[in-house]
């Protein structure tokens, strides 16, 4: 199976950034997508972000688009999301995805998940 590890959560007031990592072993390949989806309490997980593992463009939610960065290191397997201009809205567990492919922004398309990493923005 693959692990992923997320890292770089934590408390930001609203305006400000973070940038979130995952580190990915096991069975995984660089030419792997990755990805991240957010969740809080009550509510389903939600699309974040996902790069493919060879070419084409990264994807984003509309309520990301302009301030979140999706971006991978592959000779490190590690995939980043920077966030900039973050919202009291982003507030969420983020979960850090991947699969052989990417084949859509539903949480049911990507076979691994991180446990996830807390990020909360004050107000």
């Known amino acids: 199976q693959v692990q992923l590890v997320e890292s770089g959560g934590g408390l930001v007031q609203a305006g400000g950034s973070l940038r979130l990592s995952c580190a990915a072993s096991?069975?995984?390949?660089?030419?792997?997508?990755m990805g991240w989806f957010r969740q809080t309490p009550g509510k389903e997980r939600e699309f974040v972000a996902a790069?493919?593992?060879?070419?084409?463009?990264?994807y984003y939610t509309d309520s990301v688009k302009g301030r979140f960065t999706i971006s991978r290191d592959k000779a490190k397997n590690t995939v980043y999301l920077q966030m900039n201009s973050l919202k009291r809205e982003d507030t969420a567990v983020y979960y850090c995805?991947?699969?052989?492919?990417?084949?859509?922004?539903?949480?049911?398309?990507?076979?691994?998940w991180g446990q996830g990493t807390q990020v909360t923005v004050s107000s």
């Open positions: 995805v991947a699969d052989k492919t990417y084949g859509g922004s539903r949480s049911a398309d990507f076979g691994s």
């Open positions: 096991g069975r995984f390949f660089r030419s792997y997508a």
């Open positions: 790069i493919v593992g060879s070419g084409g463009m990264p």
